[in-house]
Every structure is written in structure tokens, then in C-alpha cells.
């Protein structure tokens, strides 16, 4: 699904946060990102999720190349978003709606679905994530667990194949942790996707097929987790 | 600043409204064009910082505290179409959800607060840079020369003066178009003569100086560290990354590098210094109208003191009765009996509210 | 791992005085807004609150007909009704709502003060009270209802969704970039224990700090719109309504005829 062959990054001003980096990530498969802060995790996410393009190598999804050319094509770039929910890992920058329920509206309604439909979807995500309760709440007015399950929540209205995150637990309580960790053993068993750049050693082992290390923009390390 | 309800008439309200909405229309227009797809986010961060930006306090020398505007330094980082918008919004806040500012006073405060002043103050600091240009090539030590400072600090202060006076104008015709039928005003009562001096006084000094302060304060900051920004194609500063591009780059420690601020700011402070030395010399030169105003107020206190003193205890009964009868000179078209039931109700109510409010007080200060 | 000596030994200095009073009452003014755009929704709280574009609208209107009235009769009708509508209130939220119009009938009554000199008596009594009355109606929207519900209302009057996208972004930052500053300040303040000589500079840092981090977040946020598919488009739900709104609809019409009646009765009787 996902194939990245010999792919560097350098950022404007000559920092190099990806050095020569191939990752073959097949569909349903789980794949854990670890290493120390700054060794390129974040990057490597951000490329895989179109945001930015490596300037070196070249990066696939199902065989098309993605570059700053074949987003420029709507079509392709709202299917390609639809097909990759990310999950940053700053939840502030990723709720920007005036409410919970618009918020987790806002991708099903970019894709033209019928109202219905998204308020179906709407109904749907506020109850797989426990968050009935903030229906009509800001998003801004709300606690940091409470964001992350909006942001997991909007994410997942799209109805993703693959899911990309960023430290999905990071600074999330206990009872909060293991929803979250319920919800991507069951994505799982659904056949879905998923990446994601952790410091949790529990994660990846109740979650991650593959544990990929990263250590100064290389990959040095991949094995099978149990 | 903020020019709360009730003070200009509403028709003068809706003719400041008209003149804003093309501003509005213009700004809109450039915006969208200079800010793409981003925009959105862009102008809700910039509005959201404009908003913030009036609740800071600046510190002042002498150990008091300002309040600054900050419309011109963001006319100056996001060019004053931008500015206008984004104020216009944060305008817009503060009346709406913090009753501060009128709500029909609405257009009248973006007039003067997101029109007069982000157009003014950019077109001055695009002068006055100029103007400088060619006197002074001192950098401060982060790629903006120092002159660029004085050209800030002093389109701030006009800026915001010219605001000022825009507002003490609106405030000052309201005696002279809309009086009632014995000559007493129905909205603002001071004329031009006491209106425009009264708002000098605090926007020549201290707010002068708090929006000078906090303009050169932002700028310096973001000049500093922004060439790192301006190089990763800036949704926010496209006017800086012109200003400043071969400024030095980023190092460690910029905000709080060490590159002669004392001198910097010595010199900020003398200018300010000079500013507000220089104020009553700017009250001068309102000229004929401040001199004559002292004296005739003076006349004029003299001359109506028997019939004020006549009339005080009178209007000051109606003002905090509320049970009070009518005023005389606000005819109405109820029966007597009607206003003394009024009255009744609203002595009671009012009442309840007291002893409810006290006894709030009490709980507050009582320990638990 | 050497712990140095003087960690470990107690500190005897007594730290200089200084003003920082516009850190104290920066951070004052920054907490005050953050628990505003905390508040929840009335409406979810209580059955018998009006959706908010009708109390936006019974608020602009009442704020537009008191303004605009010239026969004082109607400044006290009204005036009456909303002393009876506070009296019922709770203690606690009538202290909050009333903060602001008491420091605004203050504040007018102060600037108006000079008035009574040039013998503007009508002026010194009437703004004070209308003030008193548009600040206390606004006073009691905002304090009823949660940020976000306001651009729900601006919908229902027809306000285009790219400005609702603007101004609900706008409100998100406010919180954001408040609560980052917030942070900032309490950091300077606690480490503040000496004298600081540079307090421009260090205000500078602050707001400085906060307008890159905007910027970076503008970024940031349109990268997440991307991945969300965005594609210019911004819809909000609409706010359902209550049989209670017919009844806010009722004392709308209710406020503009009183205001028409005494308006005519006052122009007959000059």
C-alpha cells in the first residue's frame, strides 16, 4: 500500500531529517515508528500523508507516485486524503470547527455526502469514542483527553483505510489509553492500516505487526513485534 | 477607545457603518488574494492575536501600565488590509461576547480602530522609513536598521492618535446635531472644544507611549526570529519577509540574544521620554482651541452655576431613583398611575438584587 | 552525577522590589477570558433557555430600540422588565452579569459628571441608564451562552460560512494563543525574582512568541484541513428550536410595538 524507496528529507536550511529511508508497508499491516526525539518520525509521517515530499527518492501509494503534481489533481488528492486519516500530534492544530459534532462532519461533508448520512456518521463517532456528552461543545473548550478522542473521532467519520499517527497516547490518561488501544485492536481486525510513531512500549506490542527504528533519519531497525 | 452604546446617535452609527463596508469589501478582496487557500486559518490566527493583543498591559516607564491597540504593528507584519480584517474581528469579540465597545457603535469603533488606524499607521512607517532611509544605516543588530524602530514608534503613535481623533470628533458632533426641543443632548453631550482635548490627553501620553512600546516590542521580536520563518514560505508574515530577508540567520539564542539591547532601548525610552515631554507642546498646538477652552469653561461654569446648582439635586434624584417620576423633559405617553406601578415594581426588584448582591459579597468574604 | 554546593545549602537573598504589575494584570486579564470561552451553553443546562439567534436577536433589538428611543417611558418599561427578570436570578450568576454594566454605569456616570456643568442634565440621566440597560442585556447573552453557539446564530441570520469559518477559528485561537501566553506569563512570573530592567523586551518575548507560534499553527491547521479533505467548503449544524423560542419571538414583537406606541405618543403630545 504504502512504498517508500530511498527517501531523504532536507528542510530549509540544510537540517536533514530523513537520510535515504525504504519502508514497504502492505494493506492491514501495523507499523510502529520508535526512536528518540527529532530522529525523523514526525517527518516521515508528514511525507507519508502528502504534506511535504521527500527531496530525494520516491514515495508510492498503490502504485501511484505522490508528488506536489498528482495532489494538484482535487480528485485525486481528496480520494488520497479520504484513503489517509492522520492523527497529528498536536491536537489543537487539528480541531479547528466551532463544534464537536461540526468537527467530526467537516471530512464527510467535504466529500459531499448526504446530511444524513453525516449526522449518521456524527452519531456513530461520538458513540465509538464515548464523547456523546460534547456533542455540541467547542473543541477548544475541552479537555487534552477529550480533544485527542474528537480528533480520533473526526479522523474516523472519513471512514479511512489507512491510519497515520503521531504519539497517539502522548499525555493521555489510563482509562483514556486503553480506549484508544481497544479502538486500534479492533481497526485492526478490520483490516485496516495503521502507522504510527510511539514512545509506548505496550502499544506496540499489543498493536504493531512490524517495529520500525529510527535513529537520526535512518531506519535501523526493523523486526517483527509478538 | 472603544466607544461603548447610547453615547453617538444611532444614525451616526449607520453612516459610519456605510463608510466601513467598503474598507471591509476592499480588505476582503486584497486578502483573498494575497492569502490563497490559507487564509482562513491565517486570518482567525491573526484576528485571534489582534484580540489578544488588546488585553496586554504595558509596562510603562515610571511603573505604570497601558493598554495598546496593536493595529499598526500588524498592519506593518500583515500589511493593513489584513490588519483591518483582523481587527475588525476582534472588535467584533469584545463587543459581542465582552460588552466592551457598543454593538450599534459597532461600525464607528472599526471606522476609527480598524480603519483609520492600520491604513494610517502603515502608510506613515512606509514614509517615515523612507524618510529615513537615507539618514541612518545603524543596524541593531538583527538585520532592521534602527531607524526602522523610530519609523514604528512614531506611525504607531500617529496612528493611534489619529484614531483617537476620529473618535473624539464622532463624540464631539453629537451636542451639536442632536439636541432635543429644549436644547439638552440626546446622546453625547460635550462638544468638539471638550471632546478633543479629553481624548488627547490620555492618547498623546499614555496610550501614545503603550502602543509605541508594544509596536517596536513585537517587531523586534518577530524580526528576530522570523528569517527562519520567512524562509518556510510564512502564511503570516509576507510583508517581513520582504522587509528583513538578508538579515542574519537564526542563532540559538535569539530571543534572547544579547546584541546591545540596552542601548536599543535606551534610546526607545528617550524617544518616549521625549514624546510625552513633548506633549503639552502637542496640546498646544490644537492651539486657539485649548487655550480658549480652559478660559471658557471657566466662564461658563461661573455663568450657569445658579442655574446648575438649581438643577443638580433635581437630575440627581431622577438619576439614581429609579422610582423617580418621569423627567419632565422626557414627555410619555403613560397615565400617572402606570409610572407609579413602574415605579413600585422596579423599587422592589431593585431591592432584591441589592440583597442578593450583598449577601454574594458577604459569602465571598466571610472564611469557609 | 555532582550536585553543586550551593543547591544544596539554603538561599538568603531578599530580591529587590520591583513593578511588575503588568505581568499580574496581563495574566488577570488572559484568565478572565479563557474562563469565558470555558462557559457551557446555558441551553444544555436548562429547558427554559431560548436557542441563541433568538436571544441575539430580542438582545440587538433591544439594544437598537433603547438607543434610539426619545421618550424616556420606554427606557423605564423596559428597564422595570429587566429588574424583575434579574430578580429571580441566583445569586452567583446575578453578581456575574451585573459586574460589567455597574462598572459601565459608573464609568458613565463619571464621564458625564462634567455635563451637568454645561447644564446637560438630560444627557448625565438618560445615558447612564441606557447604558446601564444595553450593557446588562449583553452582558446576559454572553454570560447564558457558550462561544460557539454565536456563529450558529450568525448562520440563522444568514452570514456567509467562510465568515463563520473565520470567526470560529478566531475563537479557537483566542484560546489557544491565551493559553500560551498565559503559560509564558506565569514562566516569567515565577522566575521573575530579581529586578527585570527589561520589561518591554520581555513583553516583547511574550507576544512575540505567541504571534511565531500562531503563525507556525496556521500552518499547522492547514495541514490538517488538507488531510481532511478540505475543499473551501464550511457548514455548521443549525441549532434546533424550542416551542420556548415562540415566546422570545412574541416578546420581540412585544418590545417594537411598545417602542412604536410610545414613539408616536411622544411626537403627538410635542
Given at each position: 500500500m504504502f512504498e517508500l524507496t530511498n527517501i531523504s528529507y532536507t528542510y530549509v536550511g540544510g537540517v536533514s531529517a530523513l537520510d535515504d529511508v525504504s519502508l514497504r508497508v502492505e494493506s492491514g499491516r501495523s507499523v510502529a515508528l520508535t526512536g528518540?526525539?527529532?530522529?525523523g518520525k514526525t517527518t516521515l509521517l508528514r511525507i507519508l500523508n502528502g504534506l511535504i515530499f521527500p527531496t530525494k527518492g520516491e514515495y508510492r501509494f498503490e502504485g501511484t507516485k505522490i508528488d506536489k503534481q498528482a495532489l494538484k489533481d482535487a480528485q485525486f488528492a481528496k480520494t488520497f486524503h479520504r484513503r489517509v486519516g492522520y492523527v497529528f500530534q498536536n491536537v489543537d492544530s487539528q480541531l479547528f470547527c466551532g463544534s464537536v459534532e461540526d468537527e467530526i462532519a467537516f471530512g464527510p461533508r467535504q466529500l459531499e455526502l448526504s446530511e444524513q448520512e453525516c449526522r449518521q456518521r456524527v452519531d456513530d463517532c461520538l458513540a465509538l469514542l464515548e464523547i456523546e456528552h460534547l456533542r455540541t461543545r467547542a473543541p477548544y473548550a475541552t479537555s487534552g483527553g477529550e480533544k485527542r478522542k474528537i480528533a480520533f473521532a473526526s479522523v474516523l467519520s472519513l471512514n479511512p483505510d489507512a491510519l497515520v499517527m503521531d504519539e497517539p497516547l502522548a499525555g493521555l490518561d489510563a482509562s483514556t489509553q486503553t480506549l484508544i488501544i481497544e479502538l486500534l485492536k479492533k481497526l485492526r481486525e478490520a483490516k485496516k492500516t495503521l502507522i504510527f510513531a510511539t514512545h509506548n512500549e505496550e502499544l506496540v506490542q499489543t498493536i504493531a505487526d512490524t517495529r520500525v527504528r529510527l535513529d537520526f533519519g535512518k531506519v535501523v531497525d526493523v523486526s517483527q513485534s509478538t | 477607545m472603544h466607544i461603548p452604546d447610547n453615547y453617538l446617535s444611532v444614525s451616526t452609527c449607520a453612516v459610519l457603518t456605510a463608510a466601513v463596508v467598503p474598507v471591509w469589501a476592499h480588505s476582503i478582496k486584497k486578502v483573498t488574494k494575497d492569502f490563497p487557500r490559507e487564509r482562513f486559518s491565517a486570518l482567525g490566527v491573526a484576528a485571534a492575536f489582534s484580540f489578544l493583543a488588546m488585553m496586554f498591559n504595558i509596562p510603562l516607564p515610571g511603573g505604570t501600565t497601558g493598554h495598546a491597540v496593536g493595529g499598526v504593528v500588524l498592519a506593518v507584519l500583515l500589511g493593513p488590509e489584513a490588519a483591518c480584517l483582523s481587527v475588525t474581528i476582534a472588535l467584533l469579540i469584545q463587543a459581542l461576547l465582552f460588552g466592551d465597545g457598543g454593538i450599534l457603535a459597532f461600525g464607528a469603533n472599526a471606522f476609527n480602530i480598524a480603519f483609520i488606524m492600520p491604513f494610517s499607521g502603515y502608510y506613515a512607517f512606509i514614509f517615515l522609513r523612507k524618510l529615513f532611509g537615507g539618514m541612518s544605516k545603524k543596524t541593531?543588530?538583527?538585520?532592521?536598521?534602527?531607524s526602522d524602530y523610530a519609523a514604528l514608534a512614531i506611525a504607531s503613535y500617529v496612528g493611534l492618535n489619529l484614531a483617537a481623533l476620529a473618535t473624539a470628533v464622532q463624540f464631539g458632533i453629537q451636542p451639536l446635531l442632536f439636541t432635543d426641543e429644549f436644547g439638552q443632548a440626546l446622546y453625547c453631550p460635550y462638544p468638539l472644544r471638550v471632546a478633543l482635548p479629553a481624548m488627547a490627553i490620555g492618547h498623546l501620553t499614555i496610550f501614545g507611549a503603550a502602543e509605541a512600546i508594544f509596536s517596536v516590542a513585537v517587531y523586534a521580536f518577530v524580526a528576530k526570529t522570523a528569517p527562519s520563518f520567512a524562509a518556510n514560505e510564512s502564511v503570516l508574515v509576507p510583508k517581513l519577509s520582504e522587509d528583513a530577508p538578508e538579515a542574519e540567520p537564526l542563532s540559538e539564542d535569539a530571543p534572547e540574544s544579547e546584541s546591545k539591547p540596552s542601548s536599543r532601548w535606551g534610546a526607545i525610552y528617550l524617544l518616549l521620554a521625549l514624546l510625552i515631554a513633548a506633549t503639552p507642546l502637542g496640546l498646544l498646538a490644537e492651539g486657539t482651541a485649548w487655550g480658549e477652552w480652559g478660559a471658557e469653561e471657566i466662564a461658563e461654569t461661573i455663568e450657569v452655576d445658579g442655574q446648575a446648582l438649581g438643577y443638580v439635586p433635581s437630575a440627581m434624584e431622577n438619576g439614581f431613583q429609579w422610582s423617580a417620576p418621569i423627567p419632565d423633559y422626557a414627555a410619555s405617553g403613560l397615565p400617572d398611575w402606570l409610572a407609579y406601578v413602574l415605579s413600585a415594581i422596579a423599587g422592589v426588584a431593585a431591592s432584591i438584587i441589592l440583597f442578593k448582591l450583598a449577601s454574594a459579597f458577604m459569602k465571598d468574604r466571610s472564611p469557609v | 552525577m555532582q550536585v553543586p554546593q550551593w543547591l544544596l545549602q539554603e538561599e538568603r537573598i531578599t530580591p529587590p522590589k520591583d513593578r511588575d504589575a503588568f505581568i499580574r494584570k496581563s495574566a488577570a486579564a488572559l484568565t478572565y477570558v479563557l474562563t469565558k470561552a470555558r462557559r457551557i451553553d446555558e441551553r444544555q443546562r436548562s429547558r427554559i433557555a431560548f436557542s441563541t439567534q433568538i436571544k441575539l436577536a430580542l438582545t440587538l433589538l433591544f439594544v437598537l430600540l433603547v438607543a434610539a428611543s426619545r421618550n424616556f417611558a420606554f427606557v423605564e418599561i423596559v428597564g422595570v422588565a429587566l429588574l424583575v427578570l434579574l430578580a429571580t436570578y441566583e445569586q452567583e450568576k446575578l453578581a456575574r452579569v451585573l459586574i460589567l454594566p455597574i462598572q459601565a454605569l459608573i464609568i458613565s456616570l463619571i464621564i458625564l459628571a462634567p455635563s451637568l456643568l454645561l447644564g446637560q442634565t438630560r444627557a448625565f440621566v438618560v445615558v447612564p441608564c441606557k447604558t446601564f440597560l444595553t450593557t446588562t442585556a449583553i452582558s446576559l447573552l454572553a454570560y447564558s451562552t457558550s462561544w460557539n453557539r454565536f456563529t450558529c446564530a450568525f448562520k440563522s441570520f444568514g452570514a456567509p460560512d467562510s465568515a463563520l469559518f473565520i470567526f470560529d477559528l478566531t475563537l479557537k485561537y483566542v484560546v489557544v494563543l491565551g493559553e500560551i501566553c498565559l503559560e509564558t506569563l506565569e514562566a516569567v512570573r515565577l522566575r521573575s525574582v530579581g529586578r527585570n530592567r527589561r520589561k518591554a523586551q520581555t513583553l516583547g518575548g511574550i507576544v512575540g512568541v505567541a504571534f511565531l507560534r500562531a503563525q507556525k499553527s496556521a500552518q499547522e491547521q492547514f495541514d490538517a484541513m488538507t488531510c481532511r479533505c478540505f475543499s473551501g467548503k464550511y457548514r455548521r449544524f443549525k441549532a434546533p428550536m424550542r416551542k420556548i423560542d415562540l415566546l422570545g419571538v412574541a416578546l420581540c414583537l412585544g418590545l417594537l410595538s411598545l417602542f412604536i406606541y410610545l414613539e408616536i405618543a411622544i411626537r403627538c403630545s410635542n
Open positions: 528518540a526525539n527529532g530522529c | 541593531s543588530g538583527s538585520g532592521v536598521s534602527f | -
